[in-house]
Nanobody
Framework: QVQLVESGGGLVQAGGSLRLSCAAS????????ITWLRQAPGKEREFVAA?????????YYSDSVKVRFTISRDNAKNTVYLQMNSLKPEDTAVYYC?????????????????WGQGTQVTVSS
């Protein structure tokens, strides 16, 4: 049974930092591209950041988080991280990780093989 489990969310003041983790089990982790997406209340889901398979040599970020967020992966731990710095109230959302098999970056909002349950990030002003 494949599972993606996000953790690390919480309440933080604007300008603060959080590190989200996406721990995977039940799949050959290194063969999956991993993407972080988020959804704020009343808004549509949006792409945040992506990392490709194996070594994670390629990454991509939405314009809204570029420079502030960093995605990385540790295949030995079957985990992808999202380091979030200089957080803003508009970053408040439920953050999801999703996995798609294959070599390319996964940049879409759907068509993933597996999803996590999400972790809440709340940034206060």
């Amino acid at each position: 049974q494949v599972q993606l489990v996000e953790s690390g969310g919480g309440l933080v003041q604007a300008g603060g930092s959080l590190r989200l983790s996406c721990a995977a089990s039940g799949l050959t982790f290194g063969y999956y591209a991993i993407t972080w997406l988020r959804q704020a209340p009343g808004k549509e889901r949006e792409f945040v950041a992506a990392i490709n398979w194996r070594s994670g040599s390629s990454t991509y970020y939405s314009d809204s988080v570029k420079v502030r967020f960093t995605i990385s992966r540790d295949n030995a731990k079957n985990t992808v991280y999202l380091q979030m710095n200089s957080l803003k109230p508009e970053d408040t959302a439920v953050y999801y990780c999703a996995a798609r098999g294959g070599s390319g970056l996964a940049l879409g909002l759907k068509d993933y093989d597996y999803w996590g349950q999400g972790t809440q990030v709340t940034v206060s002003s």
